[in-house]
């Protein structure tokens, strides 16, 4: 799965990678957590248009938003056969902008934090979901992350990994007119390893409440 991301470079890189426009704040963020604001692309009138939204689905058929919690991450395998996915990955599909994701990796009894970027240091785009829910106090955007199968880097922490998507792939991805699913599938593959780099974090970053930049130094550096 994946439950925590960073996203800290400055909105002008971001929108010269992925070309969206965007006219909001954009605070560095080390510690994204669900039901936390994240920053998707979507595509609007043939434009990239960039949205915040909360950050775990509500499928537009709910009746209660707290479905949202469970629903952070959506399986490639299986995401054209989930009730809850289906309508969003045949129209609703999303760029979720980031440059490192966090996985915990088992020892004993303790957990330790890892944070996993490209090996570029770069921005890069998860494959998103989105769905507007509507309800009696207005609309709501929320998102979910897909994740496959982990690479050789990811698979000793953890057996599951976010789905990066190359660039080549946005505007395909992004394209609601665009429903081969088959196709679509084929792009929720493991991100090649040799092209990503893992490091361990300190245990600050267990609790979402910490979102300071401390979050992201290796544990070596300190």
């Not at 990678?17 to 954009?26: H, I, Q």
């Not at 499928?59 to 919690?69: C, E, L, M, S």
């Not at 004993?108 to 998103?128: E, Q, S």
């Not at 953890?158 to 080549?168: A, F, K, N, T, W």
Request: proline share 7%.
């Amino acid at each position: 799965m994946c439950g925590r991301f960073t996203l800290t470079a400055e909105l002008e890189t971001l929108q010269a990678l992925f070309r969206f426009r965007y006219e909001g704040p954009l605070a560095p963020r080390f510690n994204i957590a669900p039901s936390q604001e994240v920053l998707t692309v979507v595509a609007e009138k043939g434009e990239r248009v960039g949205k915040m939204m909360r950050w775990g689905l509500v499928p537009f058929w709910a009746k209660d938003v707290r479905i949202g919690t469970k629903m952070i991450n959506a399986r490639a395998e299986t995401v054209d056969e989930k009730a809850s996915f289906r309508q969003a990955f045949k129209r609703r599909r999303c760029l979720i902008l980031a440059d490192g994701f966090y996985e915990w990796k088992k020892e004993g009894k303790t957990k330790v934090p890892y944070r996993f970027t490209l090996a570029t240091g770069a921005p890069f785009a998860f494959a998103g979901l989105w769905e507007r829910w509507e309800g009696a106090s207005g609309p709501l955007e929320t998102c979910t992350i897909m994740t496959t199968r982990a690479n050789e880097l990811i698979a000793p922490i953890h057996d599951r990994m976010p789905v990066i998507l190359p660039s080549e792939r946005h505007d395909d991805w992004l394209d609601p007119n665009f429903d081969d699913s088959e196709y679509l599938k084929t792009f929720l593959r493991p991100y090649p390893s040799e092209q990503m780099r893992m490091y361990e974090v300190a245990p600050l970053v267990n609790s979402p409440k910490n979102d300071v930049s401390a979050c992201i130094e290796p544990v070596n550096s300190r």
